[in-house]
């Protein structure tokens, strides 16, 4: 039994659509499978040209349902989102190589023609050789028609089959139309008055061809809002070091169980979520948290998919893998935003809906009214006037407009690790008073950088302090130490082996280099070993409320430099603050960092309102 044959076995299946080519498509699709008995919802993404239907309906229906309308869609379900997104890839850049030869096609006859009528060429018949020449022009343009305006026709058509009209209803009105005429004027001029013997090939060309034109560009930027949902899922491994048999064998994250017991090695991501099982290491869990710092885990810690661990070699029992994942999870939480249609979206939904069919009216009323009361010739004028309603109306910006901000907004906002839950959430954006910024990776860089080495002797140089500094460091797995140590290795400095190292816990560490005897931690380290600080904890302090942490290091009981360490302000966070507050919203910043550090940063950027040393649950209501 092939996947088109069988009946899903969940509330959820996918569908690859090929040929919607509008936002009018996406509302037929959409309504033609909602109407199918047992659906529960059906959401379309146009970006990724997939539509995703809830409830226990067979497969190989709804892709008939589908076909009826006049698209073609197959099963995407046995398909990963990067299989997906390739696919999609290569069938836009086919589908803009082809729209762009059909726009030079019809831009290559039809902006001569316009430019030859704006420089006051005759564009009427009234000689043989005239008729000969305009022939030729139209014979030209309908193979144009053929050639890179076929695919409105086609649509036309299908509307009218399944009674609905929609964009391309109006163009293959509108240019068919306007061809027509130029025809009966080049072959029966006689049959018209002398002075409605106006062809309009041109406009017929140009239209076709800056329409596609502008499917065109609506491709290039349809194609920039999947770059955020390529972008998380190159964030997943590609594959899983799994404990079967009591061997170690690397499998396709596809093919990881529950239950699994999966190896994570220093440097890896993690394959799937699970839980410790064995083994201790520091994980970069940046990419779902913002924090730059690496979080420490033991047995029975959490580990996720798509974060890196750091340091140590881990076993861990696989929870959730698949489309469990949290990071499955997140992709398609932003795949459903750029689905989800914000209330002005739907508002837009049902004006196209009457769109079509009003102007259609009113063109025809256009062309009576010039008949009946216009001057002569009264049946040309009624002609242009109703192919100008047909030609000018197109709903294409208006049903486009909402969806493509939609895709754009939460593509661009998801690569910039802003997740938008919907779009109607989007659209309340436009009405925010206050605005909650988190400091680490938000505010600031997120990756601590060493940004001030005070010497406190001459006898000592930057140098030896670093090498010491880097080499006591070195082992250990604190961000602070990391920052350390790639400070001196951008230097050149490499660090040296040391004996005896203790780390001592709320203080900082220590350890013998070269026979001499190494303390580098904070002002409670120093004063436990009676290390006189004499005039640098006042600069001490002066770093601190820069926002910065300072270390002291002792060499041989004797202070012999003050490092510090901090988390850089993004260089356009003050300027982002400023405009928020600007439009009159509300900053607040939020942070675990201590006290000072946190008032420090919020008098750089410009922020009052500071709530530091908070935890996840901390209720800012009360």
Same mark, same amino acid.
Request: one cysteine or more; glycine letters at 8%; proline letters at 3%.
């Given at each position: 039994?092939n996947?088109?044959?069988?009946?899903?076995?969940?509330?959820s299946?996918?569908?690859?659509?090929?040929?919607?080519?509008?936002?009018?498509?996406?509302?037929?699709?959409?309504?033609?499978?909602?109407?199918?008995?047992?659906?529960?919802?059906?959401?379309?993404?146009?970006?990724?040209?997939? #539509?995703?239907?809830?409830?226990?309906?067979?497969?190989?229906?709804?892709?008939?349902?589908?076909?009826?309308?006049?698209?073609?869609?197959?099963?995407?379900?046995e398909?990963?989102?990067?299989?997906?997104?390739?696919?999609?890839?290569?069938?836009?850049?086919?589908?803009?190589?082809?729209?762009?030869k059909?726009?030079?096609?019809?831009?290559?006859?039809?902006?001569?023609?316009?430019?030859y009528?704006?420089?006051?060429?005759?564009?009427?018949?009234?000689?043989?050789?005239?008729?000969?020449?305009?022939?030729?022009?139209?014979?030209?343009?309908?193979?144009i028609?053929?050639?890179?305006?076929?695919?409105?026709?086609?649509?036309?058509?299908?509307?009218?089959?399944?009674?609905?009209?929609?964009?391309?209803?109006l163009?293959?009105?509108?240019?068919?139309?306007?061809?027509?005429?130029?025809?009966i004027?080049?072959?029966?001029?006689?049959?018209?008055?002398?002075?409605?013997?106006?062809?309009y090939?041109?406009?017929?060309?140009?239209?076709i061809?800056?329409?596609?034109?502008?499917?065109?560009?609506?491709?290039?930027a349809?194609?920039?809002?999947?770059?955020?949902?390529?972008?998380?899922?190159?964030?997943q491994?590609?594959?899983?070091?799994?404990?079967r048999?009591?061997?170690?064998?690397?499998?396709?994250?596809?093919?990881?169980l529950?239950?699994?017991?999966?190896r994570?090695?220093?440097?890896?991501?993690?394959?799937?979520?699970?839980?410790?099982?064995q083994?201790?290491?520091?994980?970069?869990?940046?990419?779902?948290?913002?924090?730059?710092?690496?979080?420490?885990?033991?047995?029975?810690?959490?580990?996720?998919?798509?974060?890196?661990?750091?340091?140590?070699?881990?076993?861990?029992?696989?929870?959730?893998?698949?489309?469990?994942?949290?990071?499955?999870?997140?992709?398609?939480?932003?795949?459903?935003?750029?689905?989800?249609?914000?209330?002005? /979206?739907?508002?837009?939904?049902?004006?196209?809906?009457y769109?079509?069919?009003?102007?259609?009216i009113?063109?025809?009323?256009?062309?009576?009214?010039?008949?009946?009361?216009?001057?002569?010739?009264?049946?040309?004028?009624?002609?242009?006037?109703?192919?100008? #309603?047909?030609?000018?109306?197109?709903?294409?910006?208006?049903?486009?407009?909402?969806?493509?901000?939609?895709? #754009?907004?939460?593509?661009?906002?998801?690569?910039?690790?802003?997740?938008?839950?919907?779009?109607?959430?989007?659209?309340?954006?436009?009405?925010?008073?206050?605005?909650?910024?988190?400091?680490?990776?938000?505010?600031?860089?997120?990756?601590?950088?060493?940004?001030?080495?005070?010497?406190?002797?001459?006898?000592?140089?930057?140098?030896?302090?670093?090498?010491?500094?880097?080499?006591?460091?070195?082992?250990?797995e604190?961000?602070?130490?990391?920052?350390?140590?790639?400070?001196?290795?951008?230097?050149?400095?490499?660090?040296?082996?040391?004996?005896?190292?203790?780390?001592?816990?709320?203080? /900082?560490?220590?350890?013998?280099?070269?026979?001499?005897?190494?303390?580098?931690?904070?002002?409670?380290?120093?004063?436990?070993?009676?290390?006189?600080?004499?005039?640098?904890?006042?600069?001490?302090?002066?770093?601190?409320?820069?926002?910065?942490?300072?270390?002291?290091?002792?060499?041989n009981?004797?202070?012999?430099?003050?490092?510090?360490?901090?988390?850089?302000?993004?260089k356009?966070? #003050?300027?982002?603050?400023?405009?928020?507050?600007?439009?009159?919203?509300?900053?607040?910043?939020?942070?675990?960092?201590?006290?000072?550090?946190a008032?420090?940063?919020?008098?750089?950027?410009?922020?009052?309102?500071?709530?530091?040393?908070?935890?996840?649950?901390?209720?800012?209501?009360k």
């Amino acid at each position: 039994m092939n996947k088109t044959d069988s009946v899903t076995h969940n509330n959820s299946q996918e569908l690859i659509v090929d040929g919607a080519s509008c936002a009018g498509c996406v509302n037929k699709i959409e309504s033609a499978l909602k109407n199918v008995s047992g659906v529960g919802n059906a959401e379309m993404n146009f970006a990724l040209r997939t #539509v995703t239907i809830t409830g226990k309906v067979d497969t190989e229906k709804l892709i008939k349902v589908i076909e009826s309308i006049g698209y073609n869609a197959k099963s995407a379900n046995e398909a990963s989102d990067d299989e997906l997104l390739d696919d999609k890839e290569v069938a836009d850049q086919k589908y803009y190589a082809g729209l762009m030869k059909q726009v030079w096609m019809a831009l290559g006859l039809g902006a001569p023609l316009m430019l030859y009528g704006l420089l006051g060429g005759p564009m009427t018949v009234e000689t043989s050789l005239e008729r000969i020449i305009w022939l030729i022009i139209g014979l030209l343009c309908a193979a144009i028609m053929y050639i890179s305006g076929k695919h409105f026709y086609i649509g036309a058509w299908k509307s009218f089959v399944n009674h609905t009209a929609n964009m391309d209803t109006l163009i293959a009105l509108g240019t068919g139309t306007a061809w027509i005429y130029s025809m009966i004027v080049v072959l029966f001029p006689l049959a018209l008055p002398e002075m409605a013997r106006h062809v309009y090939f041109e406009a017929t060309a140009m239209i076709i061809g800056l329409i596609n034109l502008g499917l065109a560009l609506e491709v290039k930027a349809r194609g920039r809002t999947s770059e955020a949902i390529k972008r998380l899922i190159g964030l997943q491994a590609k594959t899983a070091r799994v404990v079967r048999n009591d061997k170690e064998i690397d499998i396709a994250i596809e093919q990881v169980l529950l239950n699994d017991i999966v190896r994570v090695r220093p440097g890896e991501k993690i394959s799937v979520d699970g839980v410790v099982t064995q083994g201790s290491t520091t994980v970069d869990e940046s990419m779902l948290t913002g924090e730059p710092m690496p979080v420490k885990k033991d047995e029975n810690d959490e580990v996720v998919a798509g974060t890196l661990n750091k340091s140590g070699s881990i076993l861990f029992k696989a929870t959730r893998v698949g489309k469990d994942t949290a990071l499955a999870q997140i992709i398609n939480m932003v795949k459903r935003a750029q689905n989800s249609k914000p209330p002005i /979206g739907r508002l837009a939904d049902v004006i196209s809906a009457y769109f079509v069919p009003v102007i259609m009216i009113i063109s025809i009323i256009s062309a009576l009214a010039w008949l009946n009361f216009g001057p002569d010739p009264s049946l040309a004028f009624a002609v242009v006037s109703a192919t100008s #309603v047909l030609i000018i109306a197109c709903p294409c910006a208006l049903g486009l407009a909402t969806p493509m901000s939609i895709m #754009v907004g939460v593509g661009k906002a998801a690569e910039a690790g802003v997740l938008i839950r919907n779009g109607e959430a989007l659209q309340m954006a436009s009405k925010i008073t206050t605005m909650i910024l988190d400091k680490t990776g938000t505010i600031t860089e997120g990756s601590p950088t060493v940004t001030d080495v005070i010497i406190t002797d001459e006898k000592f140089t930057k140098e030896n302090v670093l090498t010491a500094a880097a080499s006591i460091e070195s082992g250990s797995e604190h961000p602070l130490a990391q920052a350390i140590v790639d400070a001196t290795a951008e230097q050149g400095i490499t660090p040296k082996n040391v004996t005896n190292f203790d780390a001592i816990a709320g203080y /900082g560490v220590q350890a013998t280099l070269n026979g001499q005897q190494i303390l580098f931690g904070n002002q409670k380290l120093m004063t436990k070993n009676n290390i006189d600080l004499n005039l640098f904890v006042s600069q001490a302090q002066t770093l601190a409320d820069e926002a910065k942490t300072p270390m002291y290091l002792a060499i041989n009981n004797e202070l012999a430099a003050i490092i510090a360490v901090s988390d850089p302000i993004k260089k356009d966070s #003050v300027s982002a603050i400023k405009r928020l507050q600007a439009n009159g919203i509300r900053v607040i910043m939020l942070t675990g960092d201590n006290q000072a550090t946190a008032k420090a940063v919020a008098k750089k950027v410009g922020i009052n309102e500071v709530f530091a040393e908070v935890l996840p649950e901390i209720n800012l209501t009360k």
